[in-house]
């Protein structure tokens, strides 16, 4: 509300209690989830920590089972996109081109989404909303895997690591930013995914010596 000020002062705002719209209850409820565990937190707890009313809250959403969805599909979105896209054979780029590319772009999208990226990885199947996550996580791993596999036939990559394994090393590497990576840190996003996709690559990179001492035969 805007009052009027003395004579000729310029109008000033009445300030008046913050509001709190869905992204920001579901901002609070992921931060909550990854600080206590989604089963250890209530509606509740998250009406404490917003300085809500329950009934305030559930203006705005069913139950926390539609917030953790919510997170989820905040966290496996775009980077279902960026799988789906790679995995679209185009004129002009390679399987390991478009390997390569989606790998520094799920860096970027973990970066962008880290909470509920957080939250996705800790999901262990034990709701319905959990189990789709789930199955939407091991569609990417095997769209990631078939890459993998046209890299390796085109001649870009050795053949003796199975692709499911390089997937989910390459995810691997790429999750592990959720336990250390901090926003406004040493590094910056490009600097990471630069990082990451040269090491990742440099190591898979063919080596036409076969034979060697731990090498998937």
Same mark, same amino acid.
């Given at each position: 509300?805007?009052?009027?000020?003395?004579?000729?002062?310029?109008?000033?705002?009445?300030?008046?209690?913050?509001?709190?719209?869905?992204?920001?209850?579901?901002?609070?409820?992921?931060?909550?989830?990854?600080?206590?565990?989604?089963?250890?937190?209530?509606?509740?707890?998250?009406?404490?920590?917003?300085?809500?009313?329950?009934?305030?809250?559930?203006?705005? *959403?069913?139950?926390?089972?539609?917030?953790?969805?919510?997170?989820? #599909? $905040?966290? &496996?979105? @775009? =980077?279902? +996109?960026?799988?789906?896209?790679?995995?679209?054979?185009?004129?002009?780029?390679?399987?390991?081109?478009?390997?390569?590319?989606?790998?520094?772009?799920?860096?970027?999208?973990?970066?962008?989404?880290?909470?509920?990226?957080?939250?996705?990885?800790?999901?262990?199947?034990?709701?319905? *909303?959990?189990?789709?996550?789930?199955?939407?996580?091991?569609?990417? #791993? $095997?769209? &990631?895997? @078939? =890459?993998? +596999?046209?890299?390796?036939?085109?001649?870009?990559?050795?053949?003796?690591?199975?692709?499911?394994?390089?997937?989910?090393?390459?995810?691997?590497?790429?999750?592990?930013?959720?336990?250390?990576?901090?926003?406004?840190?040493?590094?910056?996003?490009?600097?990471?995914?630069?990082?990451?996709?040269?090491?990742?690559?440099?190591?898979?990179?063919?080596?036409?010596?076969?034979?060697?001492?731990?090498?998937?035969?």
């Amino acid at each position: 509300m805007v009052t009027t000020g003395p004579e000729g002062s310029a109008p000033r705002r009445r300030r008046g209690r913050p509001g709190h719209d869905q992204a920001a209850i579901l901002r609070a409820a992921v931060d909550l989830f990854n600080r206590k565990g989604y089963d250890a937190t209530s509606m509740g707890d998250l009406a404490r920590e917003l300085g809500l009313t329950k009934p305030a809250i559930y203006h705005h *959403v069913s139950g926390k089972e539609q917030l953790l969805g919510q997170a989820l #599909d $905040d966290a &496996l979105d @775009e =980077l279902t +996109a960026a799988v789906a896209e790679a995995s679209r054979a185009r004129e002009g780029t390679t399987a390991y081109e478009r390997l390569r590319a989606v790998v520094r772009r799920s860096v970027e999208v973990l970066v962008a989404h880290q909470p509920t990226v957080t939250l996705l990885l800790r999901v262990r199947g034990n709701s319905e *909303v959990e189990l789709a996550a789930l199955e939407r996580r091991r569609w990417i #791993d $095997d769209r &990631l895997a @078939e =890459l993998v +596999a046209d890299a390796v036939a085109e001649g870009a990559l050795r053949g003796d690591v199975p692709p499911v394994l390089v997937s989910r090393l390459l995810f691997g590497m790429v999750n592990s930013l959720v336990e250390w990576y901090r926003p406004g840190g040493a590094y910056d996003t490009a600097t990471v995914a630069d990082a990451i996709t040269a090491i990742a690559f440099d190591g898979l990179a063919r080596n036409e010596t076969r034979n060697a001492p731990g090498q998937f035969d």
